[in-house]
């Protein structure tokens, strides 16, 4: 009998190691994290965050197949692409998450959820629109899928729709995000007091010195500086920032309060510490335009390069992938504009256009970009479109009021004009110097 054992036993064996072979999953891959630096690494919020993505990480390398903790992880990659501005990791990294768990669980709200969230960071909006619509179907008692909902009507131009999707959130939860949409959109109304109120109420349902707090604080400060009160709005920069040392937002915020003294030296000195600290285009693209008016046209011109170059690189990515990397069509448009590239404006506007014709701000991208063609009567159309919500916004009162103006609508166009250099000329040195000039010449 036992001659015949090892036989049958190496027959088994065999079976087993082929099974194992041919029915194992396939090993899944978790993305890790990066370190922060300088500091961003300060204080304990990084130090529980860090602990907290490991004992995620240690859970998915037990138990790969644990959705929940990798869901957890997609959440916790997703805040560091807001902490440290680092979207092209940490939003690719989420995603790669999210898809796992959606593989796994094609009706998981939360993940779903998620997915829309990183769609609309990327700029992906039509998409994340979908996501949430998605969504809300599986659990039309959240709030949190109401403000993605509001969010990418918004985006979409769809601002009717947005106002409801807000009013459901507020329905369901009032609490800080509910206060910041509905705050948003009353300031793409022209109510300023308003948007004012619901921000405040916003600020204090936080926890003083998170960042979704101290975003929000710098959200309104910002909403005081464009209602024409710089006090206010530099004490709120430094509330976030004293509440949050090192802020790069609040930086940005105070930089712009020295701009508005002419502080110029003051006002680079806080956007180059905003850069070191968060990785976002738009502390270059305003570094560019503090050089030219600080008299250093080299650093200008160097800064207009990097805002191109991160704004290209990102944009190359999203035309290679649907799925990921950050459409920056609008952005591109006002960057090559500031190098003098008419044309390439003009192309970067259009794609944008063409994916959301309803948005004002995309409008206006098109009114300027024709502006500065000297296209006055096409712009002019474009811009109809982007003041149909009854905005206050300085800079778009002060772009639609030189396009009057050229028009030869002189008084209703200057009356747009001095409205904007009263309130927040600052805000975009090319509208002043355009307004003032203009101004200067009706005087004669």
Known sequence: MKKYLYPI???????????????????????????RQGSLAAGKEWLNTKAAIEGLLAKLRSNPYDQKSRLLLAQAYMQEGRVTGNHPYYDGAATELLDQVLKAE??????????????????HFAQGLGLAEQAVKLNPNSGFVYGLLTDANVEMGHYDEAVKMADKMNAVRPDLPAYARVSYLREIYGDMPGAIQAMDMAVKAGYIGLEQTEWTRVALAHLYEVSGDTAKARGYYQMALYARPGYAYALAGLGRMAAARKDFPMAIKLYQEARITVKDYAFADELTDLYRQNGQPDEAKK???????????AAKEADSNEQMGHYADRELAYAYLKTNELDKALE????????????????????????????????????QVARRTGSKNPVLLGRAGL???????NAEGQVLIEKSLKTAPYL???????GKKLLAVAAR
């Open 9 to 35: 036993l190496l027959v088994v064996f065999g079976g087993l190691a082929a099974a194992i072979f041919f029915f194992k999953k396939p090993a899944v891959r978790t993305p890790e994290f990066i370190e």
């Open 106 to 123: 094609p009706e998981n709200f939360e993940a779903l959820c998620c997915k829309a969230s990183l769609s609309l960071t990327q700029h």
């Open 303 to 313: 800064m207009a390069d990097e805002s191109i170059d991160m704004l290209a690189n």
């Open 348 to 383: 970067h506007a259009k794609i944008e256009y063409a994916r959301r014709p309803d948005n004002i701000d995309v409008n206006e991208t098109m009114a300027w970009v024709l502006y500065k063609r000297g296209q006055y009567a096409e712009a002019h159309k474009y811009m």
């Open 403 to 409: 396009i009057l103006t050229k028009l030869g609508k």
């Open 428 to 434: 975009n040195p090319e509208v002043e110097a355009e």
